[in-house]
Nanobody, 115 residues
Framework: QVQLVESGGGLVQAGGSLKLSCAASGSIFSINVMGWYRQAPGKQRELVATVTSGDNTNYADSVKGRFTISRDNAKKTVYLQMNSLNPEDTAVYYC?????????WGQGTQVTVSS
């Protein structure tokens, strides 16, 4: 059974930084794209950033220049370094990965940015 386990969320002041991690475990033969989505209260889940197995990255316009996505294939882990955080970044952040040609989601980790 494949699982994605996130860590690194929390409370931070505006202008601060956080780094999220998401580790995949289980019976894994291949991992294609990995990424992060977020959902703020009363809003739809939205893409934050993705990275392919070839290290091609894609970012939402709202986080470009502030967030950096990376992955460690040996550790089956994807990271999201978040800098210059602002209150609009407050949301539950979900890890996403295509593993064994099937999509999986993590349980979510709360990120709260205070003004």
């Amino acid at each position: 059974q494949v699982q994605l386990v996130e860590s690194g969320g929390g409370l931070v002041q505006a202008g601060g930084s956080l780094k999220l991690s998401c580790a995949a475990s289980g019976s894994i033969f291949s991992i294609n794209v990995m990424g992060w989505y977020r959902q703020a209260p009363g809003k739809q889940r939205e893409l934050v950033a993705t990275v392919t197995s070839g290290d091609n990255t894609n970012y939402a316009d709202s986080v470009k220049g502030r967030f950096t996505i990376s992955r460690d294939n040996a550790k089956k882990t994807v990271y999201l370094q978040m800098n210059s955080l602002n209150p609009e970044d407050t949301a539950v952040y979900y890890c996403y990965a295509v593993i064994n040609i099937r999509a999986y989601w993590g349980q979510g980790t709360q990120v709260t940015v205070s003004s």
